[in-house]
């Protein structure tokens, strides 16, 4: 197996172990997770017991790509994050569960959860 292929399945691991610590822990509310790529960073907040996604949110949308030209800084994260947050709230949303999705908690998923807190979402 390459490198590549090595990598993308110890990652999987993680969000699998993540994931399961989530849904036993946090049945009442719904998960915030989190994907990055290089180039731009994608937001959804999903219900667990339904199966729907109820907000998403990413830097690849035009009316986001405006405010932030690139979409994989931490600028953007943070800005990301508040606009999830916003959304949330609109739709009467206050409390979620962060998914980081297996990856570390540091720079652009850390911008992303402060981002969230600054809009008003308790996690």
């Not at 199966?51 to 986001?64: K, N, P, R, Y």
């Amino acid at each position: 197996m390459s490198i590549v292929g090595q990598l993308k399945k110890s990652r999987q691991r993680r969000v699998w172990r993540v994931r399961n610590v989530i849904r036993r822990t946090a049945t009442d509310r719904v998960r915030l997770s989190v994907f990055r790529s290089n180039k731009h960073i994608y937001v959804q907040v999903i219900d667990d017991v339904v199966g729907a996604t109820l907000i998403a949110v990413s830097t690849a949308e035009d009316a986001v790509k405006a405010s932030f030209p690139n979409g994989g800084n931490v600028e953007a994260a943070r800005g990301i994050g508040r606009l999830a947050g916003e959304r949330c709230l609109a739709k009467g949303i206050s409390d979620v569960v962060f998914d980081r999705g297996g990856y570390k908690y540091h720079g652009r998923v850390a911008a992303i959860a402060e981002g969230a807190r600054e809009a008003g979402l308790n996690f």
